[in-house]
């Protein structure tokens, strides 16, 4: 039975929840009013940054304890903000998550987020990150960083994971490969290994793909997927993938980013195949997808799982029309 290609999202963080004016390290008791502790606050990341506007998401443990009045997050240009700084609380709590927007910043300038719960009595707080107050996407995203001397970078195939993800798809090194503008078809295409124990005999929609050559070994890839909602297949675009290898041997490569209400991962696409020019097919056609970075969460696969997909024949065909 065919599936869609399971993205997985893992976001979880661990904190503390601090008394005013304590330090931020974790050494705190939690504040206890009347023999209840306060919930413990998780201040888990930044989303929709621009250089005057942000929102900050949280996570609260036991949200629903009667003695809370608000919660929020408080601001500052300097460590440790308090209420008594800049603040917002939240109007909506979901499943203990709530987000809080930011307001009034001044740009490229570095600001000190917390989160923060009131209650009738007393105040606790979150542990502390910061960002910069500045437009997203300094690079394009999906973005891609550049490759070491023809070599793909560790940041988006780890060390700890290159020598195995090697047993199961070739990746190409060098600074010459060669890309013909044509839509491939990968069918049937199916799991080749994973290493967190998805079922050895998945089998995915049919993958439809074009890399676009551009400049200095930089390509777009279309890549047409199936959309269970509609029924058929719908195009979509990667901007700005690095590609390297040579001759007729290529590995493409990019970053995604996603910041949601649910978490936060930075996952690895690795793409690699040869151009069979003979037969304009593209040969042994893989796809890695590698989890670098998220929050943790004992549910889901940690950092550096990864899955491997691609052409189970090892022919992807010249496809002459996308959907």
Not at 155 to 164: G, N, R
Not at 245 to 266: P, Q, R, V, W
Request: with cysteine.
């Amino acid at each position: 039975m065919k599936k869609l290609l399971t993205i997985l999202l893992i976001a979880l963080a661990f904190v503390s929840c601090k008394k005013e004016n304590s330090t931020n390290e974790n050494v705190d008791p939690p504040i206890v009013i009347d023999s209840v502790p306060l919930p413990q606050l998780h201040t888990l990341y930044m989303r929709d940054i621009t250089d005057t506007t942000a929102k900050c998401v949280c996570k609260v443990d036991d949200w629903d304890l009667g003695d809370m009045r608000y919660y929020g997050c408080c601001w500052s240009t300097k460590h440790y903000p308090t209420i008594n700084d800049n603040s917002n609380f939240a109007t909506v709590i979901v499943s203990g998550k709530f987000s809080v927007s930011l307001t009034n910043l001044t740009p490229g300038t570095t600001y000190y987020v917390r989160a923060y719960g009131q209650s009738l009595d007393d105040i606790g707080y979150g542990n502390e990150i910061e960002f910069v107050a500045e437009n997203e996407e300094p690079h394009p995203n999906p973005w891609s960083p550049d490759p070491i001397d023809g070599h793909i970078p560790s940041e988006v195939l780890p060390d700890a994971i290159a020598d195995e993800v090697g047993q199961y798809m070739n990746i190409y090194s060098g600074e010459n490969p060669m890309v013909i503008d044509s839509l491939f078809n990968s069918s049937p295409h199916i799991l080749m290994h994973a290493s967190f124990g998805e079922a050895t005999d998945s089998v995915y929609h049919d993958f439809r793909f074009k890399f676009i050559r551009k400049d200095n070994n930089k390509v777009d890839l279309i890549a047409w997927l199936w959309n269970d909602q509609i029924g058929t297949y719908t195009p979509e675009a990667v901007i700005d993938l690095n590609m390297i290898g040579s001759g007729n041997n290529f590995t493409a490569y990019y970053l995604k980013e996603d910041f949601s209400e649910d978490g936060y991962f930075k996952m690895a696409n690795i793409f690699s195949g040869t151009w069979d020019e003979a037969n304009c097919a593209v040969n042994d056609f893989k796809v890695a997808q590698i989890i670098v970075k998220s929050y943790e969460n004992p549910n889901f696969p940690p950092e550096n799982s990864y899955i491997i997909v691609g052409d189970e024949d090892g022919v992807s065909e010249y496809f002459p029309m996308p959907y």
